[in-house]
């Protein structure tokens, strides 16, 4: 590293960024739709089945951004996100449409 | 008139070079592999907003005179939510493998999927709205 700009210099940056700000924008929608669902929430029961749904749809999606966040920042080639990220994001997702389903027929 | 050669081909020459001048054959462009990843995030996205929708149609919206119309809607919007979470997945794999491969990238089948089930529901609101 001589500290001379290559000719892509700023290139992976700006790619593994909007990255970054995709995750980042996911993380930010799994979490309203959390905030959202348990605000409609009424008491008791509900409530709590709020809170599980929203921890459901918003904890392993903030889990898995950090983690490719983290590992994009890291790495100075971007490479491929791990499977297990992306499989938890949508798996987690996957859950909570389920559960919605279970409580809009049931 | 030709037509410039789209991610599709160009994902196959493998590698460009990054600011380090590493190249590695067995990877992907890594503009690519991002692409590819944001593309899925944009379906994760796609797929929160239905069932925002579905959740807020059936929590939000005043009932449809005509019966069981809005829980019906409801679960088309989660019913969709679930499989384009399940399909953006797979696709998002299919599209790795492919690259590596470098084979042809598989056509999107979520896409008139999902604008046919949204113009349904969309079509049966209005229906249900012009009939009040």
Known sequence: ?106 | MGIPPGPSTACQATTVPSDEGERDPDFPDYRFTLANERTFLAWMRTSLALLAGGIALRQVVPSFEIAHVRTTLAVVAVVLSLVLAVASYVRWNQIERAMRLGEPLPHPLAVPVLATVIAAVAGTVAVVLLVR
Not at chain 1, 64 to 83: D, E, G, K, T
Request: charged share 10%.
């Open chain 1, 1 to 106: 590293m001589n500290g001379a700009p290559g000719p892509n210099a700023g290139a992976t940056g700006l790619q593994a960024e909007r990255t970054q700000l995709a995750w980042v924008r996911m993380a930010l929608a799994a979490g309203a739709l959390a905030a959202v669902t348990t605000r409609l929430a009424g008491g008791g029961p509900s409530l709590v089945l709020a809170v599980v749904f929203g921890l459901v749809v918003a904890a392993p999606g903030f889990a898995a951004a950090m983690v490719r966040i983290h590992a994009l920042q890291r790495q100075p080639v971007p490479r491929a996100a791990a499977p297990w990220t992306v499989g938890l994001l949508a798996g987690s997702l996957a859950l909570a449409d389920a559960l919605a389903l279970a409580l809009l027929v049931g």
